[in-house]
């Protein structure tokens, strides 16, 4: 019976889930805008392009070298011989918004089980804020969390720029179920927050799972919730978590060999006794409202979005309710005109 139950075990994910041309319909993104909440840097708020074309003028912080993406021409060597560490200066483009979007890879991302992996399913709703910050002519950059470190990607303006980017999230490579989890979520929005210093939109893709975290007590703050604070403080931020129907819903399939892998643990569990069914689905159920409950502490925009679901109508219906926010907070006191 082990031998049926681990043979009909999903194989682990070698390739993307979701072409680049199905991660983001244009046509159903033509009459969508992306709002701006709160007050970011100058006074557009990316509604508009600058008059001048090319990279920018302004100056803007030193941040390290990253061999191999950044233009050796912008190295700051007054910087680089203070510190002894080789730095980079990018400079400001004359648009007002620029949109960052961080995107969790770790082993837990792999599981799907509708088509699609939770870890395409993310990729594809950056692809959707991609396209609405581009038609404002905005920039938009991406940092990839994998166990070994945060890499990122350039922040480049325009659609063969967003599609360039969304391949190269495609073809990252997949970090197989035995790989330690590596760097937490919070030091992966540490470095979001440092790398970029001018404040403008960021976009958290994952599923905001802690390994070896089995605390389901939602006033217990979760290991990510400060950095999330920290990153929200000057920044306007979105978090989207994305989750598979099935670990929520646990089926019944007979005997399942369950693994962790994130953890590496493994067992044979039967599935087939519904009060082993209804107490994993209380506990998920509970896992996901802490989640919920944390992202709310700390300020930010929160989309769930499922593997079975349509991420294209969930982002939209987002947007439309971040437009009536935005006017309800932007309405002038009563008595005073715009």
């Not at 990018?90 to 918004?97: F, Q, Y």
Request: aromatic fraction near 6%.
């Amino acid at each position: 019976m082990a031998e049926t139950a681990a043979s009909s075990l999903l194989r682990p994910p070698e390739h993307p889930t979701l072409p680049l041309d199905r991660l983001a319909p244009e046509a159903a993104l033509r009459r969508l805008e992306l709002t701006v909440v709160r007050r970011l840097e100058g006074f557009l708020q990316g509604d508009h392009l600058g008059l001048l074309t090319g990279p920018g003028t302004d100056a803007n912080d030193a941040r390290p070298y990253q061999p191999g993406e950044d233009d050796v021409r912008k190295i700051d060597w007054p910087v680089t011989a203070r510190t002894r560490v080789t730095h980079v200066r990018d400079t400001i483009a004359d648009r007002e918004l620029e949109v960052w979007g961080l995107l969790d890879v770790t082993p837990s991302m792999n599981w799907g089980t509708a088509g699609i992996t939770k870890r395409d399913l993310g990729i594809a709703a950056l692809a959707t804020f991609g396209f609405l910050s581009q038609r404002m002519g905005d920039r938009f950059g991406g940092m990839v969390m994998r166990p070994d470190g945060v890499r990122r990607l350039p922040a480049r303006s325009g659609r063969t720029a967003l599609y360039a980017l969304l391949r190269r999230l495609l073809e990252e490579p997949i970090v197989p179920d035995s790989t330690d989890p590596g760097i937490p979520l919070s030091r992966a929005l540490d470095d979001l927050g440092r790398a970029q210093r001018r404040r403008g939109l960021r976009v958290v893709v994952s599923d905001f799972i802690t390994p070896g975290d089995a605390e389901l007590d939602a006033t217990v703050p979760t290991e990510w919730e400060r950095a999330m604070r920290r990153l929200s403080v000057r920044n306007q931020v979105i978090a989207i978590e994305v989750l598979d129907r099935h670990e929520i819903e646990f089926p019944d399939v007979g005997d399942m060999l369950l693994r962790s892998t994130d953890t590496g643990f493994e067992g044979y569990v039967n599935t087939g006794d519904p009060r082993l069914r209804q107490a994993m689905s209380r506990a998920a159920t509970l896992q996901r409202e802490r989640i919920r409950v944390a992202l709310r502490r700390c300020g930010v925009g929160h989309i769930q979005l499922r593997t079975d679901g349509d991420w294209v109508a969930e982002i939209a219906r987002f947007a439309l309710a971040y437009r009536r926010t935005a006017a309800l907070l932007h309405r002038p006191p009563r008595g005073v005109a715009r």
